[in-house]
């Protein structure tokens, strides 16, 4: 039960809007409603007339007897708000609202949408769109849209569920969907979002029993929390979620945002959010159905080790080239194994792929034994079959078919996919056998891996907001400087070189003997960020000449920007050795507080190889942060280098991402750039360090 | 005409081992000869038979009168070698042998298919196998296969054509292809190329009149210079080569090594012919299709301007990333055409994405309207639309339908692609009024992207060999000293810096001291390459302790390796400034020498941030390469560096990759490393080169 049943499951439903006629919005929703065989009260509501389509009709909300769980409003703008104002007297529980004239007409109708809003509120009613399609639950046999493709669809009360920003979209969706025989059996447009969001409604088929796999059309999410929520229960609760997020590239993001009025957020950040929840992002709808299909059928690989069964050598290559392109590998089998293969196929190849060969034509069980020996050996986490074209040939078909489904059920539990060459009721054939059935090799190979993925992130907990104790607070509007700054690091574990604050050049020198080696001496001032530009930067400085540079540095400083205020000047050794990083935190305005870690550079600043997680990382993930990146072969003793003390640097990608989560709402941006990290057991230096709220 | 003729368009086919059996492969491959229509003579051989399947048969080849164009050998491997033979005698034309255990069965069967191959040299017969499936060509009738796939195949001469590295997959093309409607007319399975290899079948291909496009299935090519006069031929005539080739990543390389016995060569080397001859690589046998299909329609388009028509906002954002992962650009319309779109849907967006709405569903033809005025405007080189869902709607479907072939035959050689939400007789409805149809709207726009490919390879000349005269040659098996490397170099425009080769201190003194600046001092010697690891090189040296710092070197190096043939000590200026790059040439031992180029340092070594070509190239194609690589804005005046001399830098690598393609049989490596570019008008300085054949 989610605060949305009354919306999904309603008993009685009014009908605000309601025509006779079957073409137009009110009349169609009323004539859907009927059809789909609601048992509940059906109340039209049309001033002009005493019965709709058979059914007797109300002059208002108000004269409707009883209560009524669910309104529709099929209404011309100007109609909605007195309507809502009726439905709050009435006490009815939620509003599907189709009209549209509202946020998405600019200011006046964003306006109209808040009084909207605050009526509903006030009377406790749910509100979803406007400006959408509706939704429907052919579980509960409630069916509230008037979407004009639904006039050809019958409906199946399928195990999936499809949240959508997009009324057009949701519609294509579902008849694609139904074009490959999967059923919808859950189906909401979320419109405008005036109240009911992505979030609240994909929450909601997270909790539903009705629904196996959660499918999610996102433009822009508007309430990160409610978001966050609905993908935590789903993550909670073990149930996929794919999703297909437009504006993945500058291009359609520039689209995106002349289309939809939500603000878009960076689509690397959804990113993030998608990989800490174990959303799958799927690219095309084709994906997006392959995936969730085959998540419908609840069996996940415990790893990423794919079997691949081929009757011909050259489809095998290609299935091992799909394999590395999904990050699947493809082990060889054991001599074990391997003996045993070659007594069911003396002239194949039974390493991994593993080709039976053309002679699985003449001896078609050949490929359920070797399923059988390759599954039972535990040495496989999923397996892919070509059956190919011998699918659907006469004598062939029938063993073939009755075999697999025997091994099928078998290794009920051990997904694996086939690609068949046939027509589309062979392939339903081979489906109902137990198999991922695909016409073309690289989508069953890519829906494996895509099953894969699930079991990895529902097994990582999520992170626990009580854990974000004890840390240091950051106040709203403050930039901190450099030294400040590397002062709260050092306060959550992350160490600066040893350093004088001066104020003078006699200071300096002495300051600069104590090190004992060159020095650097930098201004410090909450006034100075890009302290370089105006000199007062000096590297490599031998401490004999430390009293000199200081007094040169100060008067640049002080030429170049007279009223900053200076707190003092840096003294600090050289460090030589180590490599350089960049550790930061930004906060995206939507989603909030992302950790990011790369090498210095051109690697991340060019080449963009640079890694992001949503805020907090636990150790364990900074380090497969680190391991993600393409230039971790520098930190890991590349080409005899000395291997750089990965797990200091961890712990401090830990340590910040979790400052900046307790610090979700104030903090913009930290960037430890450089972040030296020694040879290992030697640790890590901030070598500078910026925080700005 | 082709040399191939004979066996494609044979008049008389002489069946070696043919039976009355058609479950048997001589019984079968007849069936299908006589139920083509083949109009020539059939000549069933068959020792035991008077008859076979009506026709008269023969004891023996010698025994059949008149001329025999082709042999079809259906026979065990041990009797293959006497028909070879005989056929020989007989002075057949060509043949074609089924059989295996041949050279894919090691040494012995080595030696079994060279005998053959000579026997048939003698003769002046070609060969197609052994080992392989055959061929078929329905443009002659003519149809040599004994794969069972045929039993249910109906031939339909189609203009495409088929070469195949592998029958089974062969087979599975046919049957895929079928399942969309389309159908090869000319099928070629190469098997173990003894004679006729992929190269010369794909030649005959290019220049037969009955194929459109050409198809591919590549396993590894065995005859570089065959397989490139098939690409040239094909690129002569424009016509369009789609391949599939195996082994892209290093998990698909390791099973393809275990499944052909077929050199692979590098993957990579493979990239670098596609681009040269303008072959389309697919990933996938769909995508294979796809791009054949489209490409058989015979439009493409002049540019990579796509224009983007939907009435659904979600789909138009989607398209528009699809667009960016393809390379397709999505201007925004001009002000005039906006004008007139504004007209046509006045509550649309008429930027690009067009978004001309649900409204669509109310007046089926303003599609055709907003085309009409998109593709006049001349702004765009292709179109995508999304028809989705509505493609089928009763009351919709025709008035869509039919203003959409109206505008498709007005724009016909304008490539324009639609997304059909729909069933398979309703997507080829769309498909006949001029639209490449698919369900899914990625699919639509890679193949516009893929069609955009063609023209600009056409375009481009293919390197003529006549243009690598006065080119300095290369001879085998030497390993040239720096200086002689840097020699040759200058030789073809690529400058040292100037440098001194000296025997003793006292010389080295006075060079250091005319070259007037700090210098480098490096030993020079056929046998040291690697000379920092025996102390042979000095850098940063005061030219006043230039004959106490090559002392100390004489005495390093000769303690190292006593005997190397020391030419001498190059003393040369520190260089400073500039940026290093790296300039090579590997020659594949399969496909001949390819010239690659990235910036020094990790992003070539790490990061894999390099670009390769086909020696050799052009200085146009030369500097493609270097606006191709990542880094490329690390020469380009990135965050305010100066621009570096990219037009010298293209004229380099253009140099020594015709020095490469000069001495294709000799050369081995050439390493360029660092090459130095200068700032913009100062040219490029080889700092060190290795030249070794």
């Given at each position: 039960m989610t605060s949305l049943d009354i919306l999904l499951r309603p008993r009685s439903v009014a009908m605000i809007g309601a025509s006779g006629d079957v073409t137009r919005i009110g009349g169609r929703a009323l004539r859907h409603l009927k059809e789909v065989g609601f048992a509940g009260d059906i109340f039209p509501v049309n001033p002009g007339r005493d019965e709709v389509q058979g059914l007797k009709a109300y002059a208002g909300v108000d004269d409707i007897p009883g209560r009524i769980d669910c309104a529709v409003l099929a209404l011309p703008t100007g109609a909605v708000l007195p309507a809502i104002e009726a439905c709050a007297r009435k006490g009815v529980g939620g509003a599907v609202i189709f009209s549209a004239g509202f946020a998405e007409m600019g200011e006046q109708g964003v306006l109209l949408q808040q009084r909207m809003v605050d009526i509903a509120n006030a009377a406790g009613m749910r509100l979803l769109g406007p400006n959408c399609l509706g939704m429907y639950n052919l579980h509960a046999k409630s069916f509230l849209s008037f979407s004009g493709?639904?006039?050809d669809v019958k409906g199946t009360a399928g195990r999936l569920g499809l949240v959508s920003q997009s009324g057009g979209y949701a519609g294509e969706v579902v008849k694609s969907a139904q074009e490959v025989g999967l059923n919808f059996g859950v189906w909401i447009t979320t419109g405008n979002e005036a109240d009911v969001g992505l979030g609240e409604a994909m929450h909601h088929m997270a909790m539903s029993d009705d629904v196996d796999v959660v499918v999610g059309y996102i433009e822009?999410?508007?309430d990160r929390q409610s978001f966050f929520d609905g993908l935590a229960a789903a993550h909670a609760r073990r149930k996929p979620v794919v999703v297909l997020k437009v504006g993945r590239t500058e291009q359609g993001a520039k689209a995106a945002a002349s289309h939809t009025a939500s603000l878009a957020g960076s689509d690397v950040v959804y990113d993030a959010v998608f990989e800490r929840y174990g959303v799958y992002r799927a690219r095309t709808t084709e994906e997006m159905l392959d995936v969730a299909y085959a998540a419908s059928r609840g069996h996940f690989p415990r790893g990423r080790r794919l079997a691949i069964l081929t009757n011909s050598g050259g489809i095998g290559v290609q299935a091992a080239d799909f394999a590395a392109d999904e990050g699947l590998a493809v082990p060889t089998a054991s001599a074990a194994v391997q003996t045993r293969l070659i007594e069911i196929?003396?002239?194949?190849?039974?390493?991994?792929?593993i080709d039976l060969t053309g002679q699985v034509a003449n001896d078609p069980p050949m490929y359920a034994r070797a399923i059988d020996v390759v599954l039972e050996s535990a040495e496989f986490d999923c397996a892919y079959v070509?059956?190919?074209?011998?699918?659907?040939?006469p004598f062939i078909k029938r063993p073939l078919l009755d075999s697999l489904k025997a091994v099928a059920k078998r290794f009920a539990d051990v997904p694996m996919a086939a690609s068949v060459t046939a027509d589309a009721e062979t392939l339903a054939e081979y489906g109902e056998a137990g198999f991922l059935c695909y016409r073309e090799p690289a989508r069953a190979i890519k829906t494996l891996a895509a099953l894969a993925s699930f079991p990895l992130a529902w097994d990582r907990d999520l992170p626990d907001?009580?854990?974000?104790?004890g840390l240091p607070t950051l106040e709203r509007g403050t930039a901190l400087s450099e030294a400040a700054s590397k002062a709260m690091l050092a306060g959550i574990g992350i160490p600066s070189p040893a350093e004088h604050l001066v104020q003078d050049p006699a200071d300096a020198e002495a300051a600069a003997m104590s090190i004992g080696c060159n020095v650097a001496i930098k201004v410090v001032s909450p006034d100075i960020l890009h302290k370089t530009e105006i000199g007062g930067v000096a590297l490599g400085i031998d401490p004999k000449d430390a009293a000199a540079t200081l007094e040169a540095m100060v008067g640049k400083v002080t030429a170049s920007m007279p009223d900053a205020r200076i707190e003092g000047y840096l003294v600090s050794p050289m460090i030589t050795g180590g490599t350089e990083c960049i550790v930061g935190v930004h906060t995206d305005p939507l989603l909030g507080p992302v950790i990011m870690f790369g090498l210095g550079g051109v690697t991340v600043e060019l080449l963009k190889d640079v890694t992001m997680r949503l805020a907090p990382v636990t150790e364990d993930q900074a380090m497969d942060m680190i391991r993600s990146v393409r230039s971790f072969p520098l930190l890991d003793g590349f080409r005899g280098r000395a291997k750089a003390d990965v797990v200091a640097l961890a712990q401090a990608i830990s340590a910040l991402s979790r400052l900046a989560a307790a610090n979700a709402e104030t903090v913009r941006t930290i960037e430890v750039n450089p972040l030296l990290v020694l040879d290992k057991g030697n640790g890590i230096l901030a070598l500078d360090a910026v925080i700005e709220t």
């Open positions: 493709i639904f006039d822009g999410v508007r196929s003396p002239n194949g190849a039974p390493f991994n792929p070509n059956v190919g074209l011998i699918a659907g040939l907001a009580s854990d974000l104790t």
